[in-house]
């Protein structure tokens, strides 16, 4: 089956900087990566996802990239701020794998 | 609002002592699943459902049932709860296959 690995497992930035988070598969007819933000007490909630047949996709300070290629998609957020403080989860495969999440803080 | 609504938010229990946690979802969304989340394991797939009447294990079936009788309801059912089943489950549900997903709040379970 699919497996998808995600690092690092805790990042801390400071405020204004930017985060980037690095997932990878080994399903090459993989097409799918969505990646989920989950704020404490709380379910996961889509924040972006991208299909195969595109690189790169933005949305306002956040961006996902993916090398077909190399097999792994990223995460970009850019100008961060403290409510961009979270556990964030990429996923990816058929059978859509989660990764074991990455620990966001953003210090003021 | 869309919402996928869980209940109970919270449950404490014995070993052995049956409990549904249940799961609904106002999107009219076909495929259902549960996940359940632990510490540095990230999101595992219990079961799914790909419609009514139709369900699958995911990776981490063991100890678990689910029904798709109502293509808003997929509840989970543990018929002997064991200690190894605390943990953090969430229903999520989606327009047709596990993309773009829409997550339940969470339950979160103690078997003691």
């Known amino acids: 089956g699919e497996n998808v690995e995600q690092h690092p497992s805790t990042l801390s930035v400071q405020e204004g900087d930017s985060a980037v988070i690095k997932c990878t598969y080994s399903?090459?007819?993989?097409?799918?990566f969505p990646w989920y933000k989950q704020e404490l007490g709380k379910g996961p909630q889509l924040i972006i996802d991208?299909?195969?047949?595109?690189g790169e996709k933005k949305d306002q300070r956040i961006a996902v990239t993916l090398n077909k290629t190399a097999k792994h998609f990223s995460l970009h957020i850019t100008e961060t701020q403290p409510e961009d403080s979270a556990v964030y989860f990429c996923?990816?495969?058929?059978?859509?794998?989660f990764g074991a999440g990455t620990r966001l803080t953003v210090k003021p | 609002e869309a919402q996928v609504t869980q209940n109970p938010r919270y449950l404490i229990t014995v070993t052995g002592k049956k409990l549904t946690v249940t799961c609904s979802q106002n999107?009219?969304?076909?495929?259902m699943s549960w996940y359940r989340q632990d510490p540095g394991l990230g999101l595992r797939q219990i079961y799914y459902?790909?419609?009514?009447?139709?369900?699958d294990k995911g990776d981490v079936p063991e100890g678990y049932k689910v029904s798709r009788k109502e293509k808003r309801n997929f509840p989970l059912i543990l018929e002997s709860p064991s200690p190894n089943q605390t943990s953090l489950y969430f229903c999520?549900?989606?327009?047709?296959?596990?993309?773009?997903?829409?997550f339940g709040s969470g339950t979160r379970l103690t078997v003691v």
């Open positions: 999520a549900s989606s327009l047709r296959g596990p993309y773009g997903y829409t």
């Open positions: 399903d090459s007819a993989s097409n799918y």
């Open positions: 991208i299909r195969s047949n595109v």
């Open positions: 996923a990816g495969g058929g059978d859509m794998r």
């Open positions: 999107m009219n969304h076909e495929y």
């Open positions: 459902s790909m419609n009514v009447e139709v369900t």
